[in-house]
Structures are given as C-alpha cells and as structure tokens.
C-alpha cells in the first residue's frame, strides 16, 4: 500500500440532493472531517438541478445529517459548514452548464489559494450518468491543474454490453489511474480484512486449497423487501442488484492468488485472473427464488408481487443462490455456493469454508467418514462481524464423547464500533489509493461470467417471506448459521 | 475406547490415612459416588497402620472430607459411610497381617454377595511401596475370583534402573494389564482434550508438523514453594518432580503420532515410540535454576535454601529449562523447550505450538520475513482453560495496519467447572481402562532420557522468587502468556 497523505481538493458531488449524498456520502465527508481525517484541506461542492445556492444548501445539509442519525456537533458543524460546503446548479446541464460549473470551481480554487485537486463523485442516476461524464470531458473538468478523480457507483451497467459501452465512455474522457468505481462492500472493514486474514497469517493460508477445504459458501442475505425501490428492481432482480457485484467481489477475495503486493494493480490483477478462472455457470447450478408473505420477526409482510408499483405477474427473481467452480490449481472442485435473498430471517454476509473430514475417526474407527463434524471456518461480514473456528473438543466427563465448538474473535470486543464503508473508500479517493476499487476489467470480467445466465430461462421458486429461500436451494447449503 | 460398565467391586486404599488419600482419593471416590457414577457397587477398605475401627475411621473420614473442602450432604453422606466405609488395620505389614487382611476382603464381599473384583490403590511413600506389593503377591491378593488391579501412584522410580527395579518386582506378582501407574496429568480433561484436539479435527493435524511448526514450548509453572516436604524434594528436585514425568507425557501426547484407535494399548504404543525417537538431551541445553527469596503477589517469600529442613548449601534444582528434538519424519529440526519451576509470578500449564512465519509479507514485502507476528496456538491446560489462536487482524481504519487478535475457547464458558482428575482416573480404573495410566516401558523409555541428565553436573543459576526462571532460560522461551 502507498503511504499517501491528503491534500487540499474541491470534492464535487453529482447528485448532492439524492438518496446517496443523504445518506452515504454526506455524512462520510462530514464524519472525515469532525473526525480530523482531511485536515480541513477539503471544500464540497454539491451540484444539482435544484435551484439553491450556498446557504440554502447548507441548511438542506444540515437536514441530510441529521436524517442519516449522524450527532451533530455545532462547535463543528457550523465553521465546517461556512468555510467548506458551496452549491452550484447544473440547470438543464448542457455543455453552457458545465463551463460554469467549471468556472465555478476555478474561482473557490483561486479564493482559497487551491493547486486544483479534484474529486467528481456522480452520484446520478444510471440513466443520467453518461450524460454527466460527458459533460464534464467536453468541458475539459477531466483535466486540471492537479489531480483529477471521477467516482463512479453502481450500477456498472445491466449487462455485458452495456457495462462496456460505460467503460469506453468514461474512457473516453478519463484514464483508468483516475477512476474510482465503488463497490460499498469493500469499503467494509471486514471486507478488507479478508485480504489480512488470508494474506498475513500463514497458519490459514497453507489450508487455503481443494487439499484442505471441501466447500466454500457465500450468503449475503437481507431482511429488508425492495423498500419503496420498485421502478429498480423491477428492471434488475437480484442476480445484478446482488450477485454480480457483492457476492462475487467476496468470492474473488476468498479465492484469489496472492498478489506480489498489497496494491491496487497487483491485487486488481489477481481478482481479474480468479475470475476469468470460473466456469461457466451450470443452468441447473441456479435457483431463482421470489418471496411471498410471511412473516419476519413475528411481524407479517407482503409478498413482491404484492409490493406497491410491481407487477402481479412479476418474473423478477429477489433470491438467488448458485453453484460454480473455479478452475485452477488451487480451487479444482471445490464448490463454490453463492446465495442472496431479501425478506430472508434476517440481515447477515456470512462465508463458510468448509474444511474436508477427517479421513478417519480414531473414536469411532469403523464409521462412516464423517463421524466427525468437520472444521469450517466462519467469517461473518456483518452483523456480529468476527471469526468463529468450528473444531471439535473432549466433553466433560466420561465416556468420551466429542462436542462441536468455537474458536472465536468478535471485533466488536477488540475494536468496538466499525466505521462505515463509505468513510473508508472516499478517504481513500482522496488519497488516491485504488485498492479498493473496482478496475474496469474485473466488471467486464464479472459481467462476462454471469451473461450468459441472464439469456437464459431460469424457473422461477416461491419461498415465504422469513425463510432462508426455495427449499430447492437447501441442499446447496451444507451449513447454516443463524446468530 | 471400550464401552466400560461398573462391575461391584472393593476399593482398597493402602495409606488410607495418609496425605494423597485425605486430599485426593477419598474426595474422588465420595464425590463419584454422590454423583450415582458407582451406581452404589462399590465398598471401600481403608488399610493402614494405625490402630483404628470402622466406626472410628468413618468419622475420620468424614474430616478428611472437610479438609479436602468438599461439601457433604448428609442425606448422602450418612448411608454411603455406613454401607460402604470399611477399616483394616495391617499393624506391622508382615505375611500374616496379609493373610489377615486377606480374610477381611473375603469376608466383606461374601456379606455383600460381591464377585471379588478388587482395587489395591497403594497411596504410601515410596520406601514402603516394595514391601506393601510383595505383601499382596504373597498372600495370593494378587488373584481373585473376579479381576483384581493394582493403582500405582508416582514417582516410578527416581532413576532408570530403580524404575526397572520396581516394574520388575510388579510384574513378579501383577499382569501389566492390572496395573495402573497414575499420573494425575493424565486424568486432567485438558490433557485429554489434547488428544481430540489433534485426531478429531482434520484441520489442525494437517498442520502438525515441521513443516508448519516452528517451535513447540511447554511450561508448568508453579507459585508455590516446597510447601514442607523439604525431605522429599531435597532427594528429588524439578526434574525428577515434574520434567520427567508430568513435562514428558504432555510432550508425547503433543508429538505422538495417530494411534490405530483410541484405546489403551494403541495410544501407549505411539507415546513409548515418540519417547524412543527423542534424541539424547545436551547438556547445554538444560538450564537449572534454584530460587532465592522475592515477592509473589506482593508478599515476601524466602529463597529455596532459606526453607525449613532445606540444606544451606543445596544444590537441587527448583527449575528446570530444556530443549530437546524429536528425532523422525514429523519433527525433525523442531525444538521442543520444556520449563518447569517452583516459585513463579503464577501457576500455569500451558502448550505453545508457534508456527513458522510467513515466508513473505505483502504488506511489507522488503521487511525481513518475521515482520509478521507468526501464528501460534497456545492451548491453556491450568488455570483458565482453553484454546487460543493469535492471528493478525486489520486494525480498525487507515492506513493499513496489523494487530495480533486471538481466536478463543474457554472451557468453563462452556462447561463449567472441570471435574478433579483423580475422579476421571479412579472411575477409568474401576471400569477397566488403562487409556490414560502410564505403562512400564513409557516409564522405562522416560527416564532412559532423562537418566544421561542425572549423571551430569548441571550449573545451577539463581531466580528471585516470583519471576520466570533464571535469565539464561529465557532465550529458550519466545513468547511468555501471562494472563
């Protein structure tokens, strides 16, 4: 990892009265900055078609902290506010729009004496987006007497083609080196840590192989439904919303070889490779489920069908779980068991490695094989983020009998409160660190993967709303925590 | 392990009224019985010299109860005294007293309809021992109508050929599969737990080995002193007391190979095989220490030399360091460090597996190859029971930095308190399992180890009381638990 320090930059907001400036992105530079992270070298310009200007818009921010729950402390709050939050409108946004935008930008760099460092963070929709890159190249925003960096969220398009067409548009005005496209799970502290776990302890690295582990399964389940966001999922299901990025960002840092450095193109360069190492997905490796009502936490909730503003005759898939194989020396037969579901139990990103059996069981010699439970390793994500290594102990007494049990570490216990993804990855744009960042070839990668899958027909399963997915997708899931 | 059942049977008790029987024995057997575990089989003979009666000897068993701290429910107490608690005096232990006691045995399991299964446990000091064995063989107590078995308690000889010695004059009257030698390590369900640890979880055994392990260091640690027994430890000190026996059966359960089943003769095997394989023990790597006077918990304690009935001038050892290696396939190279000691900062009986270091951090690739912390599995027998696995954590934010977490297990999290492990051995000789007794060429194999070491003269440094050994055993030992 480069050692970087911060320096002073405008960070530019597309989208500064959205659902994501609310709540992610406002109160991440809010929080950066009461904390003492950006050694108040930073201005925010938020821009937007609203017309405001700065002092309405730092009572609107005001307003966006406070729904985000973020404590405000008014000793910081309002000189933060002051010297540091403007506005500017972007009216219709045609070309004239974004010459005053970047007139605008010049003159808070000459009043404050800036060297013209410069984050764009378009946080539009998708269907605003390409407009928006293409603004500030014609305007010449992707160029600066500084640096320059566009932050790009998902959706990295809906499909293979599409998410190449993004590409080579953004490529058209940036290099790849000023690109930060954000996947909000490797922001996670717990995310990143795989990359220790696995990298800085060898006592697990040496297990790390189809040698040692008989299973791997990923499940990023949620309790939540679509949340009002029907127009959305409507065109998405849970394949792109969920699988295509999240799941599949975790399976590339679980299988991954080990990059010849901790850094953003090393380690980039070995997610792309394990990727590509994936074979293609079975048909029959799928289940597509969608919910019907049941009840979560004892309250009753509707099924998708019946959601406000989603058809009745829905084909739209809100759970997903799918088997495939990554073919390398390491990973050669080792399933690897992804699953992602809304209106499940409840809330929880969870990998379980599964280690092999013991070959025999000297306690009971003559049973079958799996006598014995067998180790697996369980690395929650989130909530209860921690470790949990299942092995096997003596129970008191006698006769001799063996009783399952955990070898655990909780970060809450060491750590207490986990900051929140977001903190990390715009700290890390402003530090021009791109390790957590998807690179362009990796979406292509990832898209190219699960392509195929989207042309195909998959038969659609109910599961009620409060269980864990069609019953079909049991037997993928050898292991199922619930804490 | 055999499937055992409790057969009726009489425990006698040599040295019934002696030290090992007040706090071990009689609290073992009493507390098995309110338990139900002897489902009320059993009666008791207590033999000793003194001039005692049933009646007499119950009420002083009932003290010895006390003393031992344990709490007796009269409504438990009473009945099992009255039906169980028998006294014979032996006098002189000459052949007719033998023949006497004889007698009585016969006597009490014809009362009581009883097959004639018996225990002789011989709990007296060791220059009685020969005579007490022979008594038995003479007057035929080494046969019964049933089984008979004979509970030998430590020390097995103070040197290879007083073990031989005495293994010898045994095996003239008793089978060795009537013999139970105790040592008390083994009862302990930690030190069982060694043994599920490493043959019922595939995970860790894959790692069991030189090419993963760095080092392994077993400490037993003691804050007491002599605590009066200046007679016995002036002819025997540490390594005599403790290395040769305690120290060694954990190092064979820790280094042995798989057995072919986890039953007596299988497990034995392995251990005398894996005490064959150690190679000759250099002189330069023992380091003999003797205390002198400091503080324990505050307190003021004097030195070794200062104790009542202690030689000004002695020259015994009241700790001792060690390396020693395993010479075969598996351990080849690996230093196993042995430390024990009397007057440490606390008590403590712990196994460090210490894992080689990753050959290469990505963190700090140019670093030297330790810049890593390395793994380690320090597995706790005494106090605080448990297992815990240091491991290198992310700390929380940026930039990227490592922290030495451990996974943890606890037993009394889970299990509460841990039965005495003279219950789990005074139960196991009733039922007939020699699993965790020690055989007479274990024995034999021991001290021919340790028996080299004897002969030599060792320089002998000082410690204060209350520290970790004398400074020069230090470099011996790289990571120190103090918890």
Request: proline fraction near 5%.
């Amino acid at each position: 990892m480069a050692v970087s320090k911060i320096e002073p930059h405008i960070y530019v907001i597309f989208g500064a009265t959205g659902n994501l400036a609310r709540r992610k992105l406002f109160p991440a530079l809010y929080h950066l900055s009461a904390k003492g992270e950006l050694k108040g070298k930073n201005k925010i310009l938020g821009v937007a078609r609203g017309d405001l200007d700065d002092h309405k818009y730092r009572i609107l921010a005001r307003d966006m902290l406070k729904s985000a729950g973020l404590p405000i402390d008014n000793k910081i709050y309002s000189p933060w506010c002051e010297s540091c939050l403007n506005y500017h409108s972007i009216d219709k946004g045609d070309s004239k729009d974004y010459e005053k935008l970047a007139a605008r930008i010049e003159s808070i760099e000459q009043e404050n004496d800036m060297p013209g460092n410069r984050v764009f963070n378009i946080a539009v929709p998708p269907s605003v987006f390409p407009k928006a890159v293409m603004g500030l190249g014609e305007a010449g925003l992707n160029k600066s007497p500084g640096w320059t960096r566009l932050v790009v969220e998902k959706p990295f398009g809906s499909d293979l083609s599409s998410a190449k067409e993004l590409n080579n548009l953004v490529h058209k005005y940036f290099e790849e080196s000023q690109i930060y496209r954000i996947d909000h799970f490797l922001g996670k502290e717990t995310v990143q840590n795989l990359l220790v776990f696995r990298f800085a302890n060898a006592f697990f690295e040496h297990l790390w192989s189809r040698e040692h582990i008989e299973s791997v399964e990923i499940t990023v389940a949620e309790n939540l439904g679509i949340e009002g966001r029907s127009n959305y999922y409507e065109q998405t299901g849970a394949l792109r919303d969920m699988v295509q990025n999240h799941l599949t960002q975790i399976l590339t840092m679980v299988a991954m070889e080990i990059p010849i450095a901790f850094e953003a193109e090393a380690l980039r360069n070995e997610k792309v490779k394990v990727l590509r190492q994936i074979a293609p997905i079975l048909t029959k490796n799928i289940i597509y489920g969608q919910y019907i009502k049941g009840k979560i936490d004892g309250k009753e909730v509707v099924g998708y069908r019946e959601e406000s503003g989603i058809s009745t005759n829905s084909k739209i898939e809100t759970f997903v779980a799918l088997k495939l194989e990554v073919n390398n020396w390491r990973w050669k037969g080792v399933p690897f068991y992804l699953r992602t579901g809304k209106r499940m139990p409840k809330r929880l990103t969870q990998i379980i490695i599964k280690f092999h059996c013991a070959p025999i069981s000297i306690f009971k010699p003559f049973e079958s094989t799996c006598a014995l439970e067998p180790n697996a390793l369980i690395i929650t994500l989130q909530p209860y983020e921690g470790f949990d290594m299942k092995f096997q102990v003596k129970s008191i007494g006698q006769p001799l009998t063996l009783t399952t049990q955990q070898l655990r570490f909780r970060y809450s216990e060491t750590f207490g409160a986990l900051p929140d993804a977001y903190e990390t990855l715009l700290l890390d744009v402003i530090k021009g660190d791109q390790t957590l960042f998807v690179r362009y070839d990796e979406v292509e990668a990832s898209w190219q993967l699960y392509n195929p899958v989207l042309g195909k027909k998959i038969p659609l399963k109910n599961y009620s709303a409060g269980t864990w997915g069609p019953t079909e997708a049991d037997h993928f899931f050898s292991l199922e925590e619930k804490r």
